[in-house]
C-alpha cells in the first residue's frame, strides 16, 4: 500500500503529530511524509490512502493546505483512503466565550475531511483533533500516543 501523511506546521505540534502517525502507517508500509507546500497534486493519484493534517486557524486550515486542496481536481482522489486531522488550542479551561467561538469555528480537521470526500476520497478514520496548550504549545501530555491509536484505527479502515 502507498501511503501519504501531509501535513503543514508553523510552531512544529502538527508536524510531531504527522510523524506519530506515519510511524504507525510504516509498520510494512511505503509511507511518504510530505510538508503541504511540498506536494505535487499529480502524485496523490497513485496513493492508496492519504492523510492531511494542519494547525486550526479561526476553524480553517492553515494556508498551505488550503492551496493544496483547492487544487485537487473534483473526482482527483476517486478510490484514494483519506483521513483528516488537526492541532489545536486546548479550550476546555477557558471561558465561556472562547468555547463558544471555538465552538462556532469548528476546526480545520473536518473541514479538510469534507473537501477530501467532495473530492472523491474515502474516508476511513473520522476527523480528530489533537490538543495544544495555548496557541503556540507543546501538544498536551498523551496527545503523540492519541495520534499513533487514531493511526491505528486508520490502518484498520484502510485494509
Known amino acids: 500500500m502507498k501511503i ?23 509498520g510494512g508500509e511505503e ?7 511540498d506536494v505535487e497534486v499529480s502524485d496523490l493519484t497513485r496513493m492508496n490512502l492519504v492523510v492531511i493534517g494542519a494547525p486550526t486557524h479561526g476553524g480553517r486550515p492553515s494556508e498551505d493546505v488550503k492551496e493544496l486542496l483547492d487544487e485537487i ?14 492541532t489545536r488550542t486546548d479550550v476546555s479551561g477557558k471561558n465561556i466565550f472562547i468555547r463558544a467561538i ?27 483533533g489533537f490538543l495544544v496548550n495555548d496557541r503556540e504549545g507543546p501538544l498536551i501530555d498523551g496527545e ?16
Open 4 to 26: 501519504m501523511v501531509i501535513y503543514d506546521s508553523v510552531y512544529g505540534n502538527t508536524e510531531k503529530v504527522a510523524r506519530a502517525i506515519s510511524e504507525v502507517l510504516s
Open 102 to 128: 471555538a465552538g462556532i469555528l469548528s476546526y480545520a480537521g473536518g473541514r479538510i475531511e469534507k473537501t477530501l470526500v467532495r473530492k472523491g476520497g474515502n474516508v476511513v478514520a473520522d476527523a480528530e
Open 73 to 86: 481536481p473534483i473526482d482527483g482522489l476517486e478510490g484514494v483512503r483519506v483521513a483528516a486531522f488537526d
Open 31 to 37: 509511507v511518504e511524509l510530505v510538508p503541504a507546500a
Open 144 to 159: 503523540l500516543d492519541r495520534a499513533r491509536n487514531w493511526a491505528g484505527r486508520i490502518l484498520s479502515g484502510a485494509s
